[in-house]
Nanobody, 122 residues
């Protein structure tokens, strides 16, 4: 069955960095576009970064994180990463990964992992 295991979150000061990881299994990782979503308290879940599947992966970002976050993937390890730099308090959220429809941004797996908590605070 599908598994998504997010890790790497924590408490960090504004301006700091974190690297999130999402280990996956149970589906064909390499051909799927993957995305990182986040959900802040009281807010809807939003897609912040997407990386295409296949060869020559390309990425796109929400305006709120563009220039600060970098998504990458290792198809051999079936893992997707999110490098987060210059973190701001408004980045505080639970972060999730999922397979994603490149055009619509909607998740395509009928499963969500437990997420990893990121808190940006001084």
């Amino acid at each position: 069955q599908v598994q998504l295991v997010e890790s790497g979150g924590g408490l960090v000061q504004p301006g700091g960095s974190l690297r999130l990881s999402c280990a996956t299994s149970g589906f064909i990782f390499s051909i799927n576009a993957m995305g990182w979503y986040r959900q802040a308290p009281g807010k809807e879940r939003e897609l912040v970064a997407t990386i295409s599947g296949g060869i020559g992966a390309i990425a796109k970002y929400a305006d709120s994180v563009k220039g600060r976050f970098t998504i990458s993937r290792d198809n051999a390890k079936k893992t997707v990463y999110l490098q987060m730099n210059s973190l701001k308090p408004e980045d505080t959220a639970v972060y999730y990964c999922n397979a994603v429809n490149w055009n619509s941004g909607t998740s395509t797996l009928n499963y969500w992992g437990q997420g990893t908590h990121v808190t940006v605070s001084s």
